[in-house]
């Protein structure tokens, strides 16, 4: 997938877009940018219940960060992929991998759904080709984690390990998402990313003052570079008072 694929899946991580009904009246696309609710596991098996909670709130789709199952593994590229088959499977699920998907979606009338990675275990498990795997899989965006499972930094520098996975989502198509970074680590992925990143649930920090929240020097280089900042309405003790 190409720099120009991942800006047309960008244009749909923000709360709503306007397109046109085939009566040509104007018709708002909601669109929640980041969530764990709507798939949860029932025994061994993936419902989709939860998705209701987004109907009954008008909303046209999601980006759903996998894995469903959020326990500790080393192996989470193997649980991604069995649990992408088995949503895949699911009728009242409409895969969305770029945003024609999207649109779709809203005149079959069925809810789209995009797919995320947000995971604090070692996403790709010191393995760059991890990068090209998950793509293959539909995944659009991951949110960056430095930790012992994947050293992206060294100091306060990209590490190489950091700097080649940067590359190969950049080469693969998938979104890089910076809100879990520090503030130097999130001015370090959005100068050394070639596509513009997002911060997929943060803040300015100007209205409420936490780590994940953006500071003003982040957030007007996001905006040098063209990034995408998709506000959190949850009230949490990350995020709001």
Not at 103 to 118: D, H, L, Y
Not at 123 to 134: H, L, M, N, T
Request: net charge positive.
């Amino acid at each position: 997938m190409k720099a120009k694929t991942v800006l047309l899946w960008m244009s749909f991580l923000c709360l709503s877009m306007i397109s046109a009904s085939d009566s040509g009246r104007a018709e708002l696309f909601i669109l929640d940018g980041h969530t764990h609710i709507g798939l949860n596991i029932d025994g061994k098996r993936i419902e989709s219940r939860e998705l209701s909670y987004y109907h009954r709130r008008g909303v046209d789709g999601i980006v759903f960060n996998l894995p469903v199952d959020r326990s500790k593994t080393a192996k989470l590229y193997e649980r991604i992929e069995r649990e992408m088959d088995a949503i895949k499977g699911i009728q009242s699920v409409g895969i969305a991998e770029n945003a024609e998907d999207f649109i779709n979606s809203q005149r079959e009338q069925t809810f789209a759904v995009g797919f995320a990675i947000e995971y604090f275990y070692g996403i790709f498990g010191g393995d760059i080709k991890r990068v090209a795997k998950y793509s293959q899989l539909g995944i659009r965006t991951i949110t960056l984690v430095h930790n012992k499972y994947d050293p992206i930094f060294k100091g306060k520098h990209l590490s190489t390990y950091g700097r080649n996975i940067i590359r190969e989502m950049n080469r693969h198509g998938i979104l890089i998402d910076i809100t879990h970074l520090s503030d130097s680590q999130k001015s370090a992925v959005i100068r050394f990313s070639r596509i513009p990143v997002i911060a997929s649930h943060a803040n300015p920090r100007g209205g409420y003052d936490c780590e994940f929240n953006l500071s003003d020097a982040v957030l007007k280089l996001l905006r040098n570079r063209k990034g995408m900042v998709l506000l959190s309405i949850n009230r949490n003790d990350l995020y709001a008072k």
